[in-house]
């Protein structure tokens, strides 16, 4: 037979299938999920078996751990050494455990994530509790089976005297399954268990009577009522774990934080540094240091603020960003029968009372069994020491041992047992003191095995005896309740003084996109005047604000998109600088433009609108409150019909008129409130009717009847009209003639249509951009005052074959006089 024909073919995902699925029943039922009678993992149960087997209990000195990892590898976990060890260093850890099972000597790690010392340097032990969960297992209570290479016995389970799954808790993560059961406390979980004994059919209500919630040895503040119970009924649930922190007062008007406790599974040292990071990068305003003090008092973090600082808008602003506050998410899982599942609180403590059952009936067989042995013995010796002579004369005529045996089984109906030990009788048990102590012995053994067949015969007693241990284990061992349950999750609200300092400064966005903010320090040493800010050749300042780092700006797109930008996040510049383009702060589409640029303090102005203008001669006005959102990306500010573009947006109070220019020099006056209010994405109504291929340029808001109507032509030329000349009208009409444009051969043109116009009451001054990149700049004063259709005059001196593409008021800060 060749060599090949001994294999035989097989699929690949067959073959993979079933070894993953071999793996898999592995790691779960034998790595990384705890048992529900004891548990423990199996390493966790291989380590406190090979020290209590080993005499390294808690009344003998300490042994090196390096011993006792030696001997769980060699005897029980055929593993490194490294995952033996770091099982042993958990357990030893009272940061980690409700109660720990390894008394440990020496550097076994710290709060901070500091790492144990290495095996061969620490020294362990059993802790007293730890002989709770193996008291009893050398009588039979618990199964054993044979170690990895048959050489020893290992116990399946320990006989785990208290419920030390939900005592000390675990966490684990196999494949399919995880598992996450915080620590409870050990006279809660010990009366829940006595109180589920006597009334079986105990509500989860009833349990949690008992049982508030998790302990966790950390302590902290638990929140979330609503989550405990999700958890408690079927077996995930999620908590909110707080820090415990107060504010200190000090000397000069100066306050801190102070932190005692902090939430179970922090690393105390990385939560330091991130508070530290906080201040070092100025994201909140007002920390001065940050220190930790703990020390052999405790636990003590300390954050100090500086004078007139918000600390409890700081305490938010930490609890927020930082693991002062954690999420804690329950996924109660432990193997039942072999297998995994999910599990509620009553669940897990009638499995422990049902593992208890067990334990307590084997080890009451075992001693029935021992003491029934024993009475049978003390009977026959009893029996023999009433009738000696005859005995002694049996067993000197008999020729050797056995013979001895067999005739006093055969002379006087002892049984082989009884005969042996009367052969083994020592001389001394004849004298009259040890027969009576003998006859004593035997009526104790009789109580105790009518006592013991007591418990096996009656439920009640049975669960008298669980009870009375278990109450003994809570006595001895149990503590006071280390966290704070709220039943109320606190909502954390950052307000944005914490994060920002309140500082006036100067924004600017160029035509071509360039955005920055400017604080007025820069600004003034810069020379102080608005149009001396640096931008690229070519490119010009479009908007100024100036505004405070606490406010909005809301940025309009002509497609009908908005942003809300909150100032202190557009990147600083100097004034002098060009700035940073806008796509890198906002993600603006490339096809689209800005319109407007509109900054907000607060959302909640009552009467305030926004009022939206399209080149189609739509109007749209929307309740500013209807803009406010979290979202950083674009959201829909007002429906955009193909073809059609908006123009302009105007914060409004409702109470002016609207004046709109078009492109052909037609212009119409009506009341803003004729506009009523609408929803965010909505098209508007018509503010205007427009002839073929004519298009709104400007909105104007003016009031009452003082001022005039400034418009400028393609080719430079304007000219003021008086207000009073233009009528009221309603919305969606015609409109009336506002300028006359200068037609024929002979005739020098004043131009071919408005590029734009403004409502003057005072004097200012406009600077006008043409397609070469020409600017000009004139006072609005130097504008004639004519009639509605006038023709204008030439106030910018626009080159041949040239024509002005944009028209902007230049900036003036209050107070400074217009160039004339």
């Known amino acids: 037979m060749s060599l090949l024909e001994n294999f035989l073919p097989a699929y690949l995902e067959e073959v993979v299938g079933d070894r993953f699925g071999r793996y898999s029943k592995y790691i779960i039922q034998d790595r990384a999920i705890p048992d529900v009678r004891d548990g423990l993992k199996p390493v966790q149960r291989r380590i406190l078996y090979a020290m209590y087997d080993s005499g390294n209990t808690p009344d003998k000195p300490y042994r090196k751990s390096a011993k006792t990892v030696g001997d769980v590898m060699g005897n029980y976990h055929p593993h490194g050494d490294s995952s033996i060890y770091e099982g042993m260093v958990r357990m030893a850890q009272p940061w980690k455990m409700g109660h720990v099972l390894i008394d440990g000597h020496g550097n076994w790690g710290s709060q901070d994530d500091d790492p144990a010392a290495a095996m061969r340097y620490t020294e362990a032990r059993l ?381 600017t966005l160029s035509n071509e996109g360039y955005i920055k903010r400017t604080s007025m320090l820069s600004f003034t040493r810069s020379g102080g005047e608005l149009e001396g800010s640096g931008v690229k050749e070519g490119d010009y300042v479009k908007h100024v604000l100036e505004v405070d780092t606490l406010q909005n700006v809301l940025i309009f797109t002509q497609r009908g998109q908005y942003f809300v930008l909150p100032v202190h996040q557009i990147p600083e510049f100097k004034w002098k600088d060009n700035g940073t383009a806008i796509v890198n702060v906002i993600a603006l589409a490339k096809e689209d433009r800005i319109v407007s640029v509109i900054p907000v303090k607060t959302f909640d102005e009552p009467d305030t609108s926004l009022v939206f203008v399209t080149k189609q001669g739509q109007v749209k006005r929307t309740l500013l409150k209807d803009y406010e959102t979290k979202r950083s990306g674009a959201v829909a500010a007002a429906r955009v019909a193909d073809g059609d573009e908006i123009i302009q947006v105007q914060l409004s109070q409702s109470n002016a008129d609207i004046l709109l220019l078009t492109k052909d020099g037609m212009a119409i006056r009506f009341a803003e409130n004729e506009v009523n209010p609408m929803g965010r994405v909505t098209a508007g109504v018509k503010g205007i009717g427009l002839k073929d291929d004519d298009e709104v340029v400007s909105a104007l808001w003016v009031e009452g009847d003082e001022g005039e109507i400034l418009v400028v032509s393609d080719l430079g030329y304007g000219k003021r009209s008086l207000l009073l000349d233009y009528p009221m009208q309603s919305r969606g009409g015609r409109g009336v003639q506002t300028f006359e444009f200068k037609e024929g051969k002979r005739v020098k043109p004043n131009g071919s249509r408005i590029v734009g116009g403004f409502y003057c009451k005072e004097a200012f001054n406009i600077m006008v951009m043409t397609k070469q990149g020409e600017s000009y700049i004139f006072n609005s004063e130097s504008a004639p005052i004519g009639d509605r259709k006038s023709i204008g005059k030439a106030l910018a001196a626009v080159g041949k074959g040239d024509e002005i593409i944009d028209i902007l008021i230049v900036p003036q800060r209050e107070n400074e006089e217009p160039a004339k």
């Open 127 to 507: 802790s007293p509790i730890a002989l709770e969960l193996l008291r009893d297992i050398e009588k039979r209570t618990v199964p054993f089976k044979d170690n990895f290479d048959n050489t020893a016995m290992e116990p399946v389970v320990l006989p785990s005297r208290y419920p030390n799954l939900l005592v000390n808790g675990v966490s684990g993560i196999s494949a399919g399954f995880a598992t996450e059961i915080p620590p409870h406390n050990l006279r809660e979980v010990i009366d829940a268990c006595v109180a589920v004994m006597e009334k079986p059919n105990m509500s989860l209500d009833e349990i949690r009577t008992y049982v508030k919630g998790p302990d966790f040895p950390t302590r902290g503040i638990i929140m979330g009522e609503e989550g405990i119970q999700e958890a408690y009924e079927t077996g995930r649930g999620r908590i909110y774990i707080r820090a415990k922190t107060e504010i200190e007062s000090l000397r000069g008007g100066k306050q801190q934080i102070v932190i005692t406790e902090v939430p179970y599974q922090v690393v105390k040292s990385r939560l330091v540094t991130a508070m530290e990071n906080i201040r070092i990068e100025k994201k909140v305003d007002g920390i001065a240091e940050v220190r930790d003090e703990s020390g052999r008092e405790g636990l003590r973090i300390v954050v100090e603020l500086r004078k007139d600082a918000d600390a409890k808008g700081i305490l938010a602003y930490l609890l927020k960003k930082t693991d002062l506050q954690v999420t804690y998410n329950f996924n109660m899982v432990a193997i039942v029968n072999k297998a995994p599942r999910q599990l509620g609180l009553k669940a897990i403590l009638e499995a422990y009372i049902a593992h208890q059952r067990e334990v307590v009936t084997h080890r009451t067989q075992y001693e029935l069994e021992k003491a029934e042995d024993r009475a049978h013995v003390l009977e026959g010796l009893v029996k023999a020491l009433n009738i000696l002579d005859e005995v002694i004369a049996a067993i000197k005529a008999s020729k050797n041992r056995q013979d001895a045996q067999n005739n006093l089984q055969t002379m006087f109906g002892f049984t082989e047992r009884q005969a042996d030990s009367i052969l083994t009788l020592q001389l001394y048990r004849l004298t009259n003191l040890e027969i009576t102590s003998l006859q004593k012995e035997l009526n104790e053994l009789q109580k105790k095995i009518n006592t013991l067949r007591g418990i096996l015969d009656s439920d009640k007693k049975l669960i008298a005896v669980i009870k009375k241990e278990l109450l003994e284990i809570r006595d001895k061992y149990g503590i006071d309740r280390r966290s704070e349950i709220q039943e109320e999750v606190e909502e954390i609200k950052v307000n944005l003084e914490v994060m920002v300092a309140q500082e006036d400064v100067l924004v």
